[in-house]
């Protein structure tokens, strides 16, 4: 017996596998935007102090990769903080990083408690950026002509 894939799913295929890289990377950004927003959110909550003031050079460094391909095919797509920090603590015998200043925050340190802004917005962003790229995958997809 021959089994032959119908021509309407055959060219539906072959339209989703010449825009692979469009339709990943759209994706990807959709879902990413939706984790900085969250992200940037919440790390402002945690580096307001008790005046209520933060001079916004960590928020301000929070920003998202481009959308990068593995060789083994995986695509991917990352939220992180920019370097070098602009305004060094010249009396430190440590260089402060961003990445540096955003673990103390969210662990904390002997004498500072604490302030998590990661973990709550892995729990928050979740869903809503499966939808977002739920919807973005469904719009490639409609202007491909393809559903």
């Not at 089994?3 to 060219?11: A, Q, R, S, T």
């Not at 900085?36 to 580096?47: C, D, E, M, Y």
């Not at 540096?100 to 809503?128: S, V």
């Amino acid at each position: 017996m021959k089994v032959n894939l119908p021509d309407e799913i055959y060219k539906a295929l072959e339209k989703i596998t010449e825009n692979t890289e469009k339709i990943m990377t759209s994706t990807l950004e959709a879902g990413g935007k939706v984790v900085l927003g969250i992200t940037k959110t919440n790390l402002s909550r945690a580096v307001t102090n008790s005046s209520g003031r933060s001079t916004g050079e960590l928020v301000n460094s929070l920003g998202l990769s481009k959308v990068i391909r593995y060789p083994s095919g995986i695509y991917n797509i990352k939220v992180g903080f920019s370097e070098p920090r602009r305004h060094q603590n010249k009396g430190s015998k440590y260089e402060q990083t961003n990445a540096m200043i955003a673990n103390i925050l969210e662990y904390g340190k002997r004498d500072q408690p604490p302030r998590p802004f990661i973990r709550p917005t892995k729990i928050a962003a979740k869903k809503a950026a499966t939808e977002a790229m739920i919807s973005t995958f469904d719009a490639e997809l409609s202007r491909l002509g393809v559903k």
